[in-house]
């Protein structure tokens, strides 16, 4: 079978295009990661799931990969989302309510990156090959900023330095917010008491440095004491670690703009070349239908979904909340249900049953013929196809499900050559949508050495299996309810004693 092509809807063009990476079967791209003032909730995931799964379809057809996606720790405006520069840094009014966590707020920025990565390994998400910081791109940022003044699109203020949008014609051609409709949005807004510097030339242009002697992060520069806008630390760190054209960005659909718009406004002034060919965006989600917000209790952190019932988190295991996740296509509104939540957990548990059958399959070796490998070799087709066609998840899980489904059926009758097909094509379906297994190679281990939790449990079980011995059920007893309240279910068998944290959701 020949592959069809890979297509991605491009926002810039408003159509699905065909993935032309400039060096063939080469793909480089940029993903816009979070700000990290606070844990990220499971929207922001959505969006790097994107990300991630661009990085998965691309090596699936064999192609290289680079993957870079940032960290923000400095200059994300509270008002940045809808006017440029105005508004409390995130970072500085997260340590000012966090109060006495934090030491300062680099303490509070590493603590919630490490959040992050954390998170995202436990959601399966690829690693990308850089994760650069924006507080550690200083000096390009501060070139980039001379080079556009040196270049006539920037000029300084009291305040700062700005982006001149009028310089720069093509503004708004990605978001089709152009720089006339803002005349009249601009005396709104300067209407309203919006913080906005006098000396701007039009109420579009953007901030590449604020001075500010008193900001808790500050860098010198030629402009003195101050920090860098958030738009600049991307196009720059794309440029750093990719190329001053690139193959793809990719982010949320809320920074179309002004984000993503003046990342491509920067980078363009400086270059004097398209940026980014394909730009792909990650539709909103909700939460039961309605809008996530931190004043209802409807805001879900990653955090709060998978730590484990006796830390206060919700136990659900993070591959069903990757399946989750991955139960709508990207591009369309996501509706984020409890009931979807757990329809995913039993596939997961499904999976993992079918997975150890195949692998005691394997182990057993029985005799007989491959009776599965060209059926599941269909559903991959089928999976891969899918993914192909502008990541249409919904339908690579449907032919995963069936397959795992036919698997569960066949039980333990499968033949070690079927055994064979049938493990083969779990790791080729783990690869490409990362369901199957967590992406340690040995999962028990790590949770053994890195998790307190597990240490705990393991110290009771050892103590239940003593007072069994001792034949003092009273007390072996006491203990399996002990870690039933903690959520973990225990499962005795000739074998011995294995654990799970228990599904409740
Ligand atoms: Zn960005």
């Known amino acids: ?210 001075k500010d002697e008193k900001h808790l992060m500050q860098w010198h520069s030629p402009w003195g004491w101050g920090f860098p806008g958030w738009h600049i630390e991307c196009s720059v760190m794309a440029m750093e670690y990719i190329g001053e054209q690139i193959d793809l960005h990719a982010g949320g659909e809320d920074l179309i703009f002004p984000h993503h718009e003046c990342e491509i406004a920067q980078a363009e002034s400086i270059t004097g070349k398209p940026f980014a060919k394909l730009w792909v965006h990650t539709r909103f989600l909700q939460v039961e239908g309605e809008k996530m917000s931190k004043s209802k209790d409807n805001f879900l952190t990653v955090r709060d979904l998978i730590a484990p019932e006796a830390v206060g988190g919700r136990g659900i295991p993070p591959l069903a909340l990757r399946m989750t996740l991955l139960s709508g296509q990207y591009r369309k509104p996501f509706n984020f249900t409890f009931d979807k939540l757990r329809d995913s957990a039993r596939h997961i548990q499904r999976i993992e049953t079918v997975d150890q059958l195949v692998q005691q399959a394997l182990a057993e070796d029985a005799p007989g013929d491959d009776f599965v490998g060209e059926r599941l070799g269909e559903l991959y087709d089928r999976a891969l196809g899918a993914m192909l066609d502008d990541l249409n998840t919904p339908e690579a899980l449907a032919a995963t499900i069936e397959g795992v489904k036919m698997l569960q059926g066949i039980g333990s009758n499968l033949s070690g050559a079927a055994a064979t097909s049938a493990s083969e094509w779990l790791d080729k379906i783990n690869q490409l949508l990362g369901i199957i297994r967590p992406q340690t190679e040995d999962a028990d281990a790590s949770k053994d050495e890195t998790d307190p939790l597990a240490e705990k449990v393991e110290g009771l079980l050892e103590k239940r299996a003593q007072a069994r011995k001792n034949k003092d059920f009273e007390r072996a007893d006491a203990i399996r309810d002990e870690l039933d309240e903690m959520g973990i279910e225990v499962m005795d068998s000739p074998e011995g004693t294995t654990w799970r944290r228990k599904v409740s959701v």
Not at 33 to 44: D, L
Not at 65 to 92: C, P, Q, Y
Request: hydrophobic content about 40%; proline content about 5%.
């Open 1 to 210: 079978m020949s592959t069809p092509s890979f297509r991605l809807y491009n926002t810039l063009t408003g159509q699905p295009d065909v993935v032309e990476p400039a060096e063939p079967r080469h793909l480089r791209f940029y993903a816009c990661g979070p700000t990290v003032y606070s844990y990220a909730h499971i929207g922001n995931f959505r969006s790097f799931i994107t990300a991630d799964l661009i990085a998965r379809t691309a090596q699936a057809i064999g192609w290289d990969t680079t993957f870079v996606s940032n960290i923000t720790d400095v200059g994300h405006l509270t008002e940045d989302d809808v006017a440029d520069a105005t508004g409390e840094d995130k970072m500085a009014k997260a340590l000012r309510k966090e109060g006495q966590r934090f030491a300062n707020v680099w303490d509070l920025a590493r603590y919630f990156s490490d959040a992050l990565i954390d998170d995202w390994h436990a959601l399966n998400l690829v690693e990308p090959d850089v994760r650069p910081r924006a507080t550690e791109h200083m000096q390009q940022q501060i070139l980039a900023v001379q080079a556009l003044q040196e270049k006539g699109f920037a000029y300084e203020t009291k305040k700062g330095v700005y982006f001149s949008v009028e310089k720069f014609p093509e503004y708004g051609k990605l978001s089709g917010n152009t720089a006339e409709e803002a005349l009249v949005e601009g005396a709104a807004a300067q209407s309203r008491d919006t913080v906005q510097d006098p000396e701007k030339r039009h109420p579009r242009d953007f901030a590449l440095w604020k």
